[in-house]
């Protein structure tokens, strides 16, 4: 779906996400929302943000999990996503603590396996995502999924391709002090979301958001495999969609 411009498209976005927040409140049941950071995402959340203070819309039947962290990365530190994700959505709204989920990049490398498949049970435990909010990077990494990723995988540590850490450079002071690994769900793990929404903004993702519509499905650009995905909408403004 296209649209003129990314406010509006977020608008109808995080409307979406509403209303399933609140269909599953009116059913007494979780929630499960599967997050992204970025800047992409970052009006939806600004959105949800006001219905929550102007409208009521409550977060107390919501559990989330983000998609991935880089490694190791301290929580507190301002490059986190975990910092991320306080400032633009937890800090304004009421949900419990307890019900959100950003992987932890301070876990120490012998416990890192065994974390990332109890990240993953716990996402199944509840039932899978509901819902699962996308950006894309220009290597066509979903989360940090990058090319390569298997179409099964799961929740595990992953090494950064250079043009996603070029992409990251400017926000950590330059390419050195950017993280060379990530923990991140997998491509299996997203695709088990009942539902699943990209966003896709701006020129610079207009090659590759043609690339992962049109384009044959490959682990080489891992958003591809969003192709074979029975209920997912790539929501993009004018610009990102020039290629198609
Ligand atoms: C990072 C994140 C991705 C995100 C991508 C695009 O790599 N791990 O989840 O989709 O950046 O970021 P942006 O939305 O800023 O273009």
């Known amino acids: 779906v296209i649209f003129e411009s990314s406010q509006e498209a977020s608008i109808l976005v995080a409307q979406e996400i509403a209303n399933i927040i609140q269909r599953k409140e009116e059913l007494n049941e979780p929630c ?58 937890f800090n304004h709204v009421n949900i419990i603590p307890g019900n959100i989920n950003i992987p932890d990049g301070s876990i120490s490398n012998e416990d890192l396996q065994q974390y990332c498949i109890d990240y993953e049970m716990k996402i199944k435990a509840y039932g899978g995502l509901d ?17 390569g990723s298997h179409v099964n ?16 450079a400017s926000s950590f002071l330059g390419i ?15 695709k088990n979301a009942k539902r699943i929404v990209l966003l ?16 044959a499905v490959s682990s080489q650009v891992p958003a591809t495999y969003l192709q074979q995905h029975s209920n997912t909408t790539f929501v993009l403004d004018t610009e990102a969609s020039t290629e198609l």
């Open 176 to 190: 050195d002090n950017v993280p060379r690994k990530a923990i991140t769900m997998g491509i299996g793990t997203v």
């Open 131 to 147: 819902f699962q909010l996308l950006g894309i990077g220009r290597t066509g990494h979903i989360g940090f999924n990058e090319p």
């Open 32 to 89: 499960v929302l599967g997050l992204a950071t970025g800047s992409s995402p970052i009006k939806v959340y600004e959105e949800l943000v006001r219905l929550h203070k102007e409208e009521g819309l409550s977060f107390a039947n919501v559990v989330t999990f983000n998609l991935d962290e880089y490694y190791p990365m301290d929580r507190n530190n301002i490059q986190s996503y975990h910092h991320f994700m306080h400032e633009h959505l």
């Open 200 to 215: 896709g903004w701006g020129i610079s993702k207009a090659e590759i958001i043609k690339k992962t519509i049109e384009g």
């Open 153 to 168: 995988s799961g929740t595990r540590s992953i090494t950064l391709d250079h043009v996603t850490r070029t992409d990251a």
